[in-house]
Every structure is written in C-alpha cells, then in structure tokens.
C-alpha cells in the first residue's frame, strides 16, 4: 500500500514533462511559470499560512536561504524547463532531468565533503555516454559538428539549478518543517517570477490551457511533494529514491500514448544508460540518494 506513494509521484512528475510540452504552444513559459506556483499558493494558504506566521521568528534567520532555494528550484529550474518544451522533446525533458540524482553527487564533493567513488565515476560516465547517445539521436559527428539543442542546453542548465538545490537542502539542514519550508519558497517564488510574467504574452483562459495550469500547480507542486513526503516517511529515503528512476520510462509511455512520439533505438539506449549510470552511482554506501528529500518538482 505505501508503495503506491513514490509510485504516485513518479507518474505525476512523469506527466509533468508532457505538461511542459503541450504548454510550450499555448501558454508563455514565463505565464505558466507564475501561475504554477500561484495555484499552489492559494491551495496551500489556508493549511499554511497561520502556522508559518507563527513561527515567523524562527523563520527569519533563514529567509535568505530558502529565498535562494527558491531561485533555484522553483524559479531557475521550473521556468528553464518550460522554455526547454519550445524546441525539445517531452522525453529529453525526462531522462535530462533524470541526472538530477548524478549531478547531486558530484555536487556533494565540495558542499558536503562526499569521497568520490569509483561507482560515481562509472555511473556518471555511463550516464554521460548515454546522454550524447540521445542528443546526438544517433549520430554523435552531427551533435560536434551542430552543438546541442537550445532546448536540452536549458534543460541542463535547469537541472544543474535543480540538483545544486537538493544538495544545499542536505547542507544547511533548516531546523523548519517541510511545508512550511516549501511554502515560504512558494512565496518567494512568485515575487521573483513577476517581472517574468509581467513581460510574458497574455494568457488565454480556455478548455486548453486551465488543464495544464491545474495540472502543474495542484497536482505537480502540491499531490506529487506530499505523495513523496508520505512515501518517504512510510518507506525510507532510500527505498522511496529508487522509484524516482522510473520515470523517464513512464515519461517515454506517456509521451507515444498522449503526443504521438516515437521512439528510435538511440531513445532506449540513451534511456537505459542514463538510468544504469543513476542506480550505478547510487550503490556506493558512503552515498544517500540525491532525490531522497525532494519537496517538489
């Protein structure tokens, strides 16, 4: 039963890099990205609000910190990811954000004085290989010879915003509840988008675009964090971690069955080598799972 907690969330994040997509041609990314955690706002206000403005004066010390957690997860990486849907594919979006886990190693070297490991190197050499694979759709003299999509070179730099934010939740260690840690960043959140949304195209309300918004700020920025919360305090960090590295093959399904693709060899082997490179690095036992403490995505 407590399995179908992580199982939950993957499959709402694994929508969710659908949702960037379709977005991608009907809402500015600079809209969604506002609205997103608006809707988030609103429905977390009532359970939230009074208790955070209670503890405000424990709160204070940290508000820099979780201002800048906010840039980086909610803000940088949300945001990089709807750009990304104009001129990637829904399942790049996946397996790119897929090395979250990868890059939170290699992160945690210098912020939290991990050793490297030899399943580190492995993993992310791996992972890497099958990356290129991906990008480069087969053809690597192509991907040198042309450079990267704008799309995935946001993407990355999305991720690398997104991990970097996973390991400075483990290093600084606020001694704050998790929702009213998520909810304060909401707050920061939409300040630090509003120029962005100022400066986004107009949105227009329909039975196309409510769904997506709906979808992105209930379900993918409220149901997914408490399902991974439950997930993790019924299971463990560690066992409720190991689902995360289902979802770029839950992406690849939802993306033939809901948008069409189709999926070439270069997609499988990318996909199978990114995830073996992520479980790979994960063995070593001086090394906890980077999307263990996750509050969003």
Same mark, same amino acid.
């Given at each position: 039963m407590y399995y179908l907690f992580p199982i939950i969330t993957v499959f709402i994040w694994a929508g969710n890099a659908i949702i960037n997509k379709m977005a991608s041609t009907v809402i500015d990314p600079g809209a969604i990205s506002f609205y997103r955690w608006l809707i988030a706002f609103i429905v977390l206000t009532p359970f939230l609000a009074l208790s955070t403005w209670k503890h405000r004066k424990y709160l204070l010390p940290y508000l820099s910190k979780l201002a800048f957690l906010s840039l980086l997860g909610m803000v940088l990486n949300q945001s990089l990811g709807y750009y990304a849907g104009l001129s990637t594919t829904a399942l790049n979006l996946s397996l790119i954000t897929s090395l979250v886990p990868l890059m939170g190693l290699f992160l945690s070297i210098p912020l939290l004085k991990q050793k490297l490991t030899v =399943?580190? #190197? *492995?993993?992310a050499s791996v992972s890497f290989a099958g990356l290129i694979i991906m990008l480069a759709h087969g053809d690597i003299q192509a991907l040198f010879a042309h450079?990267?999509?704008?799309?995935d070179v946001l993407l990355l730099l999305g991720t690398l915003?997104?991990?970097? =934010?996973? #390991? *400075?939740?483990?290093?600084?260690?606020?001694?704050?509840?998790?929702w009213q840690s998520v909810y304060v960043q909401v707050c920061f959140a939409l300040v630090l988008l509003l120029p962005l949304f100022i400066l986004s195209k107009p949105t227009q309300f329909s039975s196309q675009t409510v769904p997506l918004i709906l979808y992105a700020g209930l379900l993918a920025s409220v149901i997914?964090?408490?399902?991974?919360?439950m997930g993790i305090e019924h299971l463990g960090a560690d066992r409720a971690a190991i689902f995360m590295n289902l979802m770029p093959a839950v992406t690849a399904v939802f993306a033939s069955w809901l948008l069409g693709a189709s999926l070439s060899w270069f997609d499988y082997t990318g996909m199978a080598m990114i995830i073996s490179g992520v479980i790979l690095a994960q063995r070593s036992r001086g090394t906890k799972p980077m999307m263990a403490k996750v509050p969003q995505k």
């Open positions: =399943y580190a #190197v *492995l993993g450079g990267m999509n704008r799309g915003a997104y991990a970097l =934010y996973v #390991v *400075l939740i483990k290093r600084w260690r606020m001694p704050i509840s998790n997914a964090p408490w399902c991974w919360m």
